[in-house]
């Protein structure tokens, strides 16, 4: 074959496109290319021929790209249009500004919905409280206090000078504590002795006529009851078993009894003596006051259920009121300031000072 022959079979496949601007594809042999130069100098005047308003748009238009076949035919160049390459492109070009404008679709994370918070427990409900009382909780431990001290230590008596001084604290609380108005009007009833800051037996109403009758006074008076609480006594509870006091308005009268077992040196060799001293008394409202004073005046006093004379002494009965007017010159009446009293308990003094103290409870909440 001859050289054409050659460079002919060498030569790209007619209808090939060649971008002028892609410098990788496959390029015509040197001898087949037409210099630059020469191509400006024949398309100048054709440029120049042109109006200048049209220039511009000519300029515009995609250059057309042409491949000399040299193979001697007459048939026109290929002319291939920037749009023709685009269409013959097997892929979608898609432009830079295109490309930009189409974003992958982002979906957010769904925000989750705060779950609903379970509604907080409703605070605690305040302790009721009696609007008409409100020291009644208060009250009724301090009673509780009290009680539980006096048992403790015999009614008191056993009790050393600091006990008695933190119960006497409370009986001072309570007092101030005083649920009751005119409290000397609420006092029927049968009581019981629980604690007394005396000898327990002075909770009688002999004692407190007898202490005034004195010409020593309460002074001369307290040396005598001492005298007495140191007899010998029966057993370790001392010589006094129940003492109580029953009281009845209407009537005027207070009944006073004090259980006692006295004279017993022998250790149980003898049975010693022992009975109930019974004492009455007539009780008033001392009137024009706070409805807090009785006046009391002693009126007799007998012995029952005696070991020793048995039926006899239970008929004897001493005219206290009696005596004691005529030692005393005059009738003799003593006062009780009733300083606290509820539904359980009642507080008493006695005495020119109002320092003998007595705390009493109903006998139906201690049998």
């Known amino acids: 074959p001859t050289i054409a022959a050659t460079e ?10 060649l971008v002028a601007s892609t410098r990788a594809h496959v390029r015509p042999d040197a001898s087949s290319r037409v210099p630059l130069s020469t191509r400006r100098a024949a398309i100048a005047p054709t440029i120049a021929a042109k109006p200048r308003s049209a220039r511009s748009a000519s300029l515009v238009t995609p250059r057309a790209l042409s491949v000399d076949e040299n193979d001697g035919s007459s048939a026109e160049p290929m002319t291939f249009t920037k749009e023709d390459l685009m269409k013959d492109t097997p ?30 427990p409703p605070p605690p409900a305040p302790e009721e409280v009696d609007a008409e009382d409100p020291d009644a909780e208060e009250r009724s431990r301090l009673i509780r206090k009290l009680l539980g001290l006096a048992a403790a230590s015999s009614r008191g008596q056993q009790a050393s000078r600091d006990a008695k001084a933190t119960m006497e604290d409370i009986i001072t609380e309570l007092e101030f504590m005083n649920p009751t108005e005119e409290p000397a009007r609420n006092i029927d009833g049968e009581w019981a002795l629980v604690y007394a800051s005396v000898e327990a037996f002075r909770s009688s109403p002999f004692f407190w006529g007898f202490q005034k009758m004195l010409p020593g006074g309460e002074d001369l008076a307290s040396q005598l009851f001492k005298f007495t609480a140191g007899l010998p006594v029966a057993g370790t509870r001392g010589p006094f078993g129940v003492i ?5 308005l209407e009537s005027e009268e207070m009944v006073s009894e004090v259980e006692m077992k006295i004279f017993d040196p022998f250790f149980a060799m003898a049975s010693g003596v022992s009975g109930v001293v019974v004492s009455t008394a007539n009780i008033t409202v001392k009137p ?40 005393a010159g005059g009738a003799v009446e003593a006062e009780a300031i009733v300083s606290f009293v509820d539904d359980a308990v009642r507080i008493v003094r006695v005495g020119e000072n109002a320092d003998q103290i007595f705390v009493y409870t109903k006998m139906a909440d201690i049998m």
Do not use: C, F
């Open 8 to 17: 002919q079979d060498t030569r790209p496949p007619p209808g090939m496109a």
């Open 91 to 120: 892929e979608k070009v898609v432009s830079k500004p295109e490309a930009a404008s189409v974003q992958p679709e982002v979906t957010s994370p769904k925000k989750e919905e705060p779950k609903a918070e379970a509604p907080a």
């Open 244 to 248: 109580s006091q029953t009281i009845s």
């Open 288 to 327: 024009g006051g706070a409805g807090d004073t009785l006046v009391v005046t002693p009126r007799t006093t007998r012995v029952r259920n005696s070991n020793v004379g048995g039926a006899i002494l239970d008929q004897i009965v001493v005219p206290t009121s009696e005596l004691m007017s005529s030692v």
